[in-house]
């Protein structure tokens, strides 16, 4: 009956150490995740354009232009920060 006892107990803080080894593990990989380096991006604004706004929302970098509307500077553009790629880009033109 002691050896049973006993057995029961060291399992008991087998399952317990591995639980807190997971956890451990876990949180060291969420945390230590490497930024990844998005390196240079080129954006060509048309003359005379300047970008008025810029704003981070999630994994998304929003892009208010400002100027001339003739020359197509009334736009937001829309980025992937984590790859770079325009995702989409809003213009004002005129309605019909």
Do not use: H, N
């Not at 390196?39 to 008025?52: F, Q």
């Amino acid at each position: 009956m002691q050896a049973l006892k006993a057995a029961v107990i060291v399992m008991g803080v087998l399952i317990v150490a591995a639980f807190g080894l997971v956890v451990y593990t876990l949180i060291g990989r969420l945390s230590d995740a490497p930024a990844e380096s998005l390196g240079t991006v080129d954006l060509p604004l048309p003359e005379g354009c300047t970008i008025a706004e810029s704003q981070a929302e999630g994994e998304r970098l929003i892009l208010r232009l400002e100027g001339l509307a003739g020359r197509g500077c009334q736009q937001v553009l829309v980025f992937d920060l984590t790859s770079g790629e325009e995702l989409g880009r809003f213009r004002a033109v005129p309605a019909p």
